[in-house]
C-alpha cells in the first residue's frame, strides 16, 4: 500500500494535536521545500495527515473561517505561520506521521 493511502487512514495530526473531533476526512498534506507555499514539493515521502480544514480551509456549513479557527485551529492556506507555531515545524509533523504510520504498518501490512 503506498504512503498516501496509508496517510489518509491516519486522523488529520492538527486535530489530534488539538483533541478535537475532526471535521472532515483525511487528506495529504505534501510538505514543501522551505515550508512555503509555492515552493516545490519535497515528494510522497515527505507528505502528513491534515483534514480538508487543516489542509484546504474549507469550511463546515454556516461556519466563518473565525468560527472554524476557534473551533478547530488554524489551517495551512489562511496562516500557515500560525499552524506551524500551534502544531510544529514541517519535520517535527513530519516525524510524528512516520511515527504514526510506522505503528499503522502491522495491521495493514
Not at 88 to 104: F, I
Request: with cysteine; hydrophobic share 35%.
Amino acid at each position: 500500500m503506498n504512503r498516501n493511502l496509508r496517510v489518509r487512514m491516519l486522523r488529520c495530526i492538527a486535530c489530534t494535536i488539538e483533541d478535537v473531533d475532526q471535521p472532515f476526512r483525511t487528506t495529504c498534506h505534501h510538505l514543501n521545500f522551505d515550508g512555503k507555499a509555492g515552493q516545490v514539493r519535497r515528494g510522497d515521502d515527505y507528505s502528513i495527515p491534515c483534514c480538508e480544514w487543516h489542509h484546504l480551509a474549507k469550511r463546515l456549513p454556516g461556519w466563518s473561517n473565525d468560527d472554524m479557527t476557534h473551533k478547530y485551529g488554524p489551517a495551512i492556506p489562511l496562516d500557515s505561520r500560525q499552524f506551524r507555531l500551534a502544531y510544529g515545524s514541517d519535520d517535527e509533523l513530519l516525524a510524528t506521521t512516520n511515527y504514526n504510520l510506522a505503528r499503522l504498518l502491522p495491521a495493514t501490512a
